[in-house]
């Protein structure tokens, strides 16, 4: 037994609400036919949607078998549409690349039915409408009755209690809507079927009720259900005591399987329907690919330059870093002020006859000087090494402090140019080239400390030959350009071309005489066994009476190779082995690198020497006495609340405190 009491539905556009249906209650007994006529939009095809479970409506009840229908799941709409209901629907609605057989076994197909008793059910279908010989041909090649048919049989095929069918002589001729209406006749005499139509000869002639519809209302029932039919299914209190316990009570009529569909079977169903329309899905799939590719390449090519610009500029910043003094100059400021540097314009001062002069230059030192900053690195350093998040955000830091790193080449080595032990520092090139004095400003560094991030400059660099990356303080890198070549200047400075040569090429070039180039090349191997010996700078100095005195060259030379006699009670002088151990060329590609000089060092080299120069004597001697020169012994003159620097104390002692430029004592 079907109900439905005081059902509504309401439809919403924007700010506007139709009432297809106003409070509608109707009761259909198990097997009749129940024609619904009515004008167009009165909610004929909105009540039968309902009752199908196709849609919800807005109040009211839906009663199946004594069980409301307000708590039903998705789950339970869904078994109610597989197993109670069968549509037929005007347009046929038939899969036309199916066959009239697979078309009507589709219904068993969610119903989980195996494939040997679908075909059989679906043909005795097929016979029952009188298409048992049309089983195989397609739906195309069949006409508009035959195919109504076959919707009918796709219908009736899963046995459902209810065949609900949308005006299924809409598209048919007189002769062929008279055989449909005869079999759905048929078909009523143990099922109910409920029919939407426009035709009331039709209706008339094979209903055995009629409802009419006006306005989403019903305004007459030929043949209502009475209340001694309902009292008698016992309907009206299994829906009441449903609603009291909030859940449906399904009867075991109800209680069937869910529909499902295998996967197997939905992957033959779509690749069947595929294999009918080959033109359609390759160019489909053609279309469709052209888009994907192109979507692809444009991500791709959006990616690629962003990681591009981004590696730009992570290379450019380690080439160029933001770079923070102890002391500079605010150029901003200073510009500003300098824009006001002109000639007074006033002549009431002026004597007739007279020149002045314009002091620029002077008023343009006095505006540098009043711009000058110094920066507390102290502090800025502390917060660097304590700001968690601010250590997430910088790929790198390198500390600069004021010491130059004083090397010298091995006497025995093969590739020492001279043959003797000397100093291959990176003033050596600048002495030599100052005989002209177009270069005489010329100045480089060949040793530079690396950035402390192997990441970046694996990222930059490609090690060659049997090298590998420095592990320890003592290990260094040499740099060669994306040639393998280093430029001569700097081999003079290393120590693998005799300075004699540059004196040479400059004696020449002031004669006028032509220039010899000569070839130097060494192999990765020899390279690689390049050792280098360092000499801290507070051994230069050694103890004499009651100050210190520079070591002479022929002093510290026997102590780099190890034949200098010291004297009872003298300070031993430390000397540092380096190991060049890889040879590093630029990556392809790469717009700038990050380290700056030929040899590489790594930060653990400058920490090294900062810590040995701090156990010096000289070193602690100078802070444990501030007030006393620790050259001479004398005490400073100075002023009583005169403030200096410890980088005052001595411009050649300087070089010897490398975190000179961040102490200050009151002298």
């Given at each position: 037994?079907?109900?439905?009491?005081?059902?509504?539905?309401?439809y919403?556009?924007?700010?506007?609400?139709?009432?297809?249906?106003?409070?509608?209650?109707?009761?259909?007994?198990?097997?009749?036919?129940?024609s619904?006529?009515?004008?167009?939009?009165?909610g004929k095809?909105?009540?039968?949607?309902?009752?199908?479970?196709?849609?919800?409506?807005?109040?009211?009840?839906?009663?199946?078998?004594g069980?409301?229908?307000?708590?039903?799941?998705?789950?339970?709409?869904?078994?109610?549409?597989?197993h109670?209901i069968?549509?037929?629907?005007?347009?046929?609605?038939?899969?036309?690349?199916?066959t009239?057989?697979?078309?009507?076994?589709?219904?068993?197909?969610?119903?989980?039915?195996?494939?040997?008793?679908?075909?059989?059910?679906?043909?005795?279908a097929?016979?029952?409408?009188?298409?048992?010989d049309?089983?195989n041909k397609?739906?195309?090649?069949?006409?508009?009755?035959?195919?109504?048919?076959?919707?009918?049989?796709?219908?009736?095929?899963?046995?459902?209690?209810?065949?609900?069918?949308?005006e299924?002589t809409?598209?048919?001729?007189?002769?062929?809507?008279?055989?449909?209406?005869?079999?759905?006749?048929?078909?009523?005499?143990?099922?109910l079927?409920?029919?939407?139509?426009?035709?009331?000869e039709?209706?008339?002639?094979?209903?055995?009720?009629?409802?009419?519809?006006?306005?989403?209302?019903?305004?007459?029932?030929?043949?209502?259900v009475?209340?001694?039919e309902?009292?008698?299914?016992?309907?009206?209190?299994?829906a009441?005591?449903?609603?009291?316990?909030?859940?449906?009570?399904?009867?075991?009529?109800?209680?069937?399987?869910k529909?499902?569909?295998?996967?197997?079977t939905?992957?033959?169903?779509s690749?069947?329907?595929?294999?009918?329309?080959?033109?359609r899905?390759?160019?489909v799939?053609?279309?469709?690919?052209?888009?994907i590719?192109?979507?692809?390449?444009?991500?791709?090519?959006?990616?690629?330059?962003?990681?591009?610009?981004?590696?730009v500029?992570e290379?450019?910043?380690s080439?160029?870093?933001l770079t923070?003094?102890?002391?500079?100059?605010?150029?901003?400021a200073?510009?500003?002020?300098?824009?006001?540097?002109?000639?007074?314009?006033?002549n009431?001062?002026?004597d007739?006859?007279?020149?002045?002069?314009?002091?620029?230059?002077?008023?343009?030192?006095?505006?540098?000087?009043?711009?000058?900053?110094e920066?507390?690195?102290?502090?800025?350093?502390?917060?660097?090494?304590?700001?968690?998040?601010?250590?997430?955000?910088?790929?790198?830091?390198?500390?600069?402090?004021?010491?130059t790193?004083?090397?010298?080449?091995?006497?025995?080595?093969?590739?020492?140019?001279?043959?003797?032990?000397?100093?291959?520092?990176p003033?050596?090139v600048?002495?030599?080239?100052?005989?002209?004095s177009?270069m005489?400003?010329?100045g480089?560094?060949?040793?530079t400390?690396?950035?402390d991030?192997?990441?970046?400059?694996?990222?930059?660099?490609?090690?060659?030959g049997?090298?590998?990356?420095?592990?320890?303080?003592?290990e260094?890198?040499?740099?060669?350009?994306?040639?393998e070549?280093?430029?001569?200047?700097?081999?003079?400075?290393?120590?693998?071309?005799?300075?004699?040569e540059?004196?040479?090429?400059?004696?020449?070039?002031?004669?006028?005489?032509?220039?010899?180039e000569k070839?130097?090349?060494?192999?990765?191997?020899?390279?690689?066994?390049?050792?280098?010996?360092?000499?801290?700078?507070?051994?230069?100095?050694?103890?004499?009476?009651?100050?210190?005195?520079?070591r002479?060259?022929?002093?510290?030379?026997?102590?780099?190779?190890?034949?200098?006699?010291?004297a009872?009670?003298?300070?031993m002088?430390t000397?540092?082995?380096?190991?060049v151990?890889?040879?590093?060329?630029?990556?392809?590609g790469?717009?700038?690198?990050?380290?700056?000089?030929?040899?590489?060092?790594?930060?653990?080299?400058?920490?090294?020497?900062?810590?040995?120069?701090?156990e010096?004597?000289?070193?602690?001697?100078?802070?444990?006495?501030?007030?006393?020169?620790?050259?001479?012994g004398?005490?400073?003159?100075?002023d009583?609340?005169a403030?200096?620097?410890?980088s005052?104390?001595?411009?050649?002692?300087m070089?010897?405190?490398?975190?000179?430029t961040?102490?200050?004592?009151?002298?």
């Amino acid at each position: 037994m079907l109900s439905l009491r005081n059902v509504k539905k309401d439809y919403v556009t924007g700010d506007t609400v139709v009432n297809a249906l106003k409070g509608v209650s109707l009761d259909f007994r198990d097997n009749e036919f129940v024609s619904i006529l009515g004008p167009s939009g009165c909610g004929k095809t909105t009540l039968l949607n309902i009752v199908g479970g196709l849609d919800r409506y807005t109040d009211g009840d839906l009663i199946i078998n004594g069980v409301s229908t307000k708590l039903y799941s998705d789950g339970d709409w869904d078994a109610y549409r597989n197993h109670t209901i069968g549509f037929v629907f005007q347009t046929y609605n038939l899969i036309m690349h199916q066959t009239v057989l697979a078309n009507v076994e589709l219904a068993l197909t969610l119903s989980g039915v195996s494939p040997k008793e679908r075909k059989e059910r679906a043909a005795a279908a097929l016979e029952r409408v009188g298409l048992g010989d049309q089983i195989n041909k397609m739906p195309n090649q069949l006409s508009g009755g035959q195919m109504q048919r076959v919707a009918i049989a796709r219908a009736i095929v899963n046995d459902p209690d209810i065949i609900l069918a949308d005006e299924p002589t809409g598209a048919l001729d007189t002769q062929t809507s008279v055989q449909v209406m005869d079999i759905l006749k048929e078909i009523s005499k143990d099922k109910l079927i409920i029919m939407v139509t426009h035709n009331p000869e039709l209706a008339e002639q094979y209903s055995t009720r009629i409802v009419r519809l006006s306005d989403g209302e019903l305004i007459s029932d030929t043949m209502p259900v009475t209340a001694g039919e309902l009292e008698s299914k016992g309907c009206i209190e299994q829906a009441v005591e449903a609603e009291k316990e909030e859940k449906p009570h399904k009867s075991r009529k109800n209680a069937k399987k869910k529909p499902s569909m295998s996967l197997f079977t939905a992957l033959s169903l779509s690749l069947k329907n595929l294999l009918t329309k080959k033109a359609r899905t390759v160019l489909v799939s053609f279309a469709g690919s052209i888009g994907i590719i192109g979507i692809a390449l444009i991500l791709s090519l959006s990616d690629g330059f962003q990681m591009y610009i981004n590696k730009v500029q992570e290379d450019t910043l380690s080439g160029y870093p933001l770079t923070i003094e102890a002391e500079t100059v605010d150029m901003s400021a200073m510009v500003s002020a300098m824009m006001g540097i002109t000639s007074d314009d006033k002549n009431e001062n002026k004597d007739p006859n007279t020149v002045y002069a314009n002091n620029m230059m002077s008023k343009m030192l006095t505006s540098m000087m009043q711009q000058q900053v110094e920066n507390n690195l102290k502090d800025f350093k502390k917060t660097l090494i304590e700001n968690e998040d601010l250590k997430e955000k910088i790929t790198a830091i390198k500390y600069t402090y004021d010491f130059t790193p004083q090397i010298y080449f091995d006497k025995d080595h093969p590739l020492n140019a001279t043959k003797k032990c000397y100093q291959v520092s990176p003033s050596m090139v600048g002495e030599m080239v100052s005989m002209s004095s177009s270069m005489s400003n010329f100045g480089f560094a060949p040793w530079t400390e690396m950035l402390d991030n192997r990441e970046l400059l694996e990222s930059q660099y490609d090690l060659i030959g049997n090298s590998k990356w420095p592990e320890s303080y003592n290990e260094v890198v040499i740099v060669v350009d994306k040639n393998e070549e280093i430029n001569d200047y700097i081999l003079y400075s290393l120590g693998l071309i005799n300075p004699e040569e540059m004196y040479e090429m400059m004696q020449n070039l002031m004669a006028g005489k032509p220039i010899v180039e000569k070839e130097h090349k060494y192999t990765y191997d020899e390279i690689l066994d390049i050792s280098y010996k360092l000499m801290l700078q507070a051994d230069y100095y050694k103890m004499s009476g009651n100050g210190y005195i520079p070591r002479t060259d022929d002093e510290i030379l026997q102590i780099i190779d190890g034949t200098y006699t010291y004297a009872p009670g003298e300070e031993m002088a430390t000397v540092i082995d380096i190991d060049v151990v890889g040879i590093i060329k630029p990556k392809e590609g790469v717009s700038a690198t990050s380290v700056a000089g030929t040899v590489g060092y790594l930060s653990s080299l400058t920490e090294r020497i900062i810590d040995l120069t701090n156990e010096k004597p000289i070193v602690t001697r100078q802070f444990n006495v501030p007030d006393r020169d620790v050259f001479s012994g004398l005490p400073f003159e100075a002023d009583a609340n005169a403030q200096y620097t410890l980088s005052m104390v001595d411009k050649y002692f300087m070089s010897a405190l490398p975190d000179v430029t961040d102490t200050q004592a009151s002298l």
